[in-house]
């Protein structure tokens, strides 16, 4: 491998991990992230797949690295070296019936790396979010006997995802790959009991802390079917296995005063305390398929539906009132002529999409659901292989019915393909 370019990529993770930590970890502002085990994310997250929809299960290529489907890795060349990153930064409006409120976030999307170790055999390293935690909640109630109390929820956190996924070409049309993906995070909890009108009471606060390590696998096949005329259609289909994550739960009790609003805390007593105890996660199946059809060099268009069965989840064998999940996608792309010199505009990639997710969550007896619409482009950058993605999704979650919280949100995706290569022998020196 050539030191200087590895050392470019090396600045370029140095970068996004530094920029990581100063705008903060959390990924998400939402408070439906305080159920379950926050927002869940899915693995199409590479910036060119957002700004289609999020379609991944049948899109393969030599450019960037997919591992929503382990067997599209078969496609990257066989003497290069590829590099993908993105941030994300998402600014959202919340809406109950009377309230609105704004937030917003950022956070390291993704990275991740794919070569070849044989002509049959590819492989990619990546690092993606599984799921994400951030919320600052306050319910009001009211008591004749003791007056107004308030509740304040919050937490952050989440689930990572370092992926080493494994492609292998069966035939010239068919393909199967596995991703072995190890997940670890942490989640920090607390709910506030406080009375705004009196002074008298004392305080209650819970503090939870959950850490959560273990590995699981995913699998997924590529079929590609050549036509006349450079076009082509294909399937990829992705499936998770069900797995039960190792997890330590820690809980601590304690009454206070102050605490509110991030003020000083006077802690008074400790009420109750139960030590790092070993349990379960108990994380679902799921399920994908996905078809393209594309015309090489010029355009794309793909759907993909997926589905989680949820209802199968607990901790610590404690069952949670989740439901299944599903979404569908619907995305395309369209490049005027890559082969253009003298037209940059020409060789820029345009992307459309839009998807339809319902969500795990069903509150009240009603379903969470989002729907979004997505656009992008993908820039090449002169004298390279290299290009700089760019996406933007606009949609809209949840629902102010039973007082709960309609979300508008805009989510924008900044990230860098980088195609090197790396595995050719000099002629000269």
């Given at each position: 491998m050539k030191v200087n370019k590895l050392?470019?990529?090396?600045?370029?993770?140095?970068?996004?991990?530094?920029?990581?930590?100063?705008?903060?970890?959390?990924?998400?502002?939402?408070?439906?992230?305080?159920?379950?085990?926050?927002?869940?994310?899915?693995?199409?997250?590479?910036?060119?797949?957002?700004?289609?929809?999020?379609?991944?299960?049948?899109?393969?290529?030599?450019?960037?690295?997919?591992?929503?489907?382990?067997?599209?890795?078969?496609?990257?060349?066989?003497?290069?070296?590829?590099?993908n990153a993105g941030m994300k930064m998402s600014s959202s409006t919340y809406r109950t019936a009377t309230l609105t409120e704004q937030g917003s976030s950022a956070s390291l999307s993704y990275f991740s790396m794919g070569f070849p170790v044989l002509r049959q055999w590819k492989v990619a390293i990546g690092?993606?979010?599984?799921?994400?935690?951030?919320?600052?909640?306050?319910?009001?109630?009211?008591?004749?006997?003791?007056?107004?109390?308030?509740?304040?929820?919050?937490?952050?956190?989440?689930?990572?995802?370092?992926?080493?996924?494994?492609?292998?070409?069966?035939?010239?049309?068919?393909?199967?790959?596995?991703?072995?993906t190890y997940v670890f995070g942490r989640n920090t909890t607390s709910t506030l009991l406080y009375f705004p009108d009196s002074t008298l009471y004392t305080n209650t606060k819970i503090e939870q802390r959950l850490l959560a390590d273990d590995f699981?696998?995913?699998?997924?096949?590529?079929?590609?079917?050549?036509?006349?005329?450079d076009y082509q259609f294909n399937v990829g289909l992705v499936y998770g296995q069900k797995v039960r994550l190792k997890a330590k739960r820690e809980t601590l009790v304690r009454s206070l005063f102050g605490g509110v609003d991030g003020g000083i805390e006077y802690f008074?007593?400790?009420?109750?305390?139960?030590?790092?105890?070993?349990?379960?996660?108990?994380?679902?199946?799921?399920?994908?398929?996905?078809?393209?059809?594309?015309?090489?060099?010029?355009?794309?268009?793909?759907?993909?539906?997926?589905?989680?069965?949820?209802?199968?989840?607990?901790?610590?064998?404690?069952?949670?009132?989740?439901?299944?999940?599903?979404?569908?996608?619907?995305?395309?792309?369209?490049?005027?002529?890559?082969?253009?010199?003298s037209k940059y505009w020409s060789r820029v990639t345009y992307r459309l999409g839009a998807r339809y997710n319902q969500t795990y969550l069903n509150l009240y007896g009603q379903s969470i659901n989002e729907f979004g619409i997505s656009f992008g482009l993908g820039l090449p950058l002169p004298r390279s292989l290299t290009t700089i993605d760019l996406s933007l999704e606009v949609g809209q979650g949840g629902t102010t019915a039973k007082n709960l919280i309609k979300e508008t949100f805009v989510n924008f995706t900044v990230g860098v393909s980088i195609y090197e290569r790396w595995f050719v022998k000099r002629r000269y020196n």
């Open positions: 050392r470019k990529i090396l600045g370029i993770i140095v970068f996004l991990l530094a920029f990581q930590a100063v705008i903060g970890q959390t990924g998400t502002i939402s408070p439906y992230s305080r159920f379950g085990i926050g927002q869940i994310k899915d693995k199409s997250v590479n910036t060119r797949l957002q700004g289609m929809g999020g379609i991944s299960n049948a899109i393969a290529s030599n450019r960037f690295v997919n591992p929503s489907n382990p067997a599209t890795y078969v496609y990257f060349d066989s003497l290069s070296f590829l590099f690092l993606l979010p599984y799921s994400d935690i951030g919320y600052n909640i306050v319910v009001s109630d009211f008591q004749e006997e003791i007056g107004n109390y308030n509740y304040a929820f919050t937490g952050d956190g989440g689930l990572n995802q370092l992926y080493f996924g494994n492609g292998f070409k069966i035939t010239d049309r068919l393909s199967i790959g596995v991703n072995f699981i696998f995913d699998y997924g096949i590529y079929y590609t079917q050549p036509l006349a005329n008074l007593d400790t009420i109750s305390y139960k030590p790092e105890k070993d349990g379960r996660i108990e994380l679902p199946h799921s399920a994908g398929i996905g078809l393209s059809f594309q015309k090489k060099d010029r355009w794309l268009v793909g759907l993909d539906a997926n589905w989680q069965n949820w209802k199968t989840f607990s901790i610590d064998n404690q069952p949670d009132s989740l439901q299944n999940a599903w979404n569908i996608a619907l995305g395309g792309e369209f490049t005027p002529k890559h082969t253009s010199i």
